[in-house]
């Protein structure tokens, strides 16, 4: 279960036709389906489909943060050198609002005694592609793919007849100005 953007469909897309042109000059691998893009936010672990009083606390948390509408731009592709070789679209530089979510995020979980997951360090991405040969360096992607941010959301990963996410909540965003 974990924290996440969901992008719209026109992102979605935008994201998928970016991939495919990376793929010649980057390496292949085994591509993601479009409809499990998304960007992690805090990442709270592994819990049974019926963990409602976590999913209870955690919503209480969302609906407590207050962080404004932002533009994500994806700017940049690249890889991580861990085992199972993700290509990612990046940023060269994560907004503000970025910022304000993630760390309003955490600290109402943290009052709710939720836990996260902590990772050595953000580094905000959407997973591509896995297992990419070489793995991807970090490279400029042009053009960038600009994705209008204005809510976020609570997931859980489906493994029940293949793969998936389930949307368990959503929270708008602050309107911007």
């Given amino acids: 279960m974990f924290f996440a953007l969901w992008p719209d469909a026109a992102t979605r897309g935008a994201i998928a036709a970016a991939a495919h042109g990376l793929e010649p000059r980057l390496g292949g691998g085994r591509r993601i389906p479009p409809q499990r893009y998304h960007l992690t936010l805090p990442f709270l672990g592994e819990y049974p489909a019926d963990c409602g009083v976590v999913v209870a606390a955690a919503c209480r948390a969302a609906t407590r943060v207050h962080a404004p509408a932002f533009d994500l ?13 993700p290509g990612f679209l990046g ?12 760390d309003g995020l955490e600290r109402e979980l943290a009052a709710e005694a939720v836990p996260v997951r902590a990772a050595r360090e953000r580094v905000p991405h959407v ?51």
């Fill in 73 to 85: 731009v994806l700017d940049r592709a690249g890889g991580f050198p861990i085992a199972t070789a």
């Fill in 127 to 177: 997973t591509v592609l896995r297992g990419a040969k070489p793995p991807w360096p970090d490279t400029p992607l042009s053009p960038a793919v600009r994705w209008p941010v204005r809510d976020f959301h609570l997931l859980r990963s489906d493994l029940r007849g293949g793969f998936a996410y389930d949307v368990l909540a959503t929270w708008p965003l602050a309107a911007a100005g």
């Fill in 91 to 102: 940023c060269t530089l994560a907004p503000p609002g970025l910022h304000a979510l993630w």
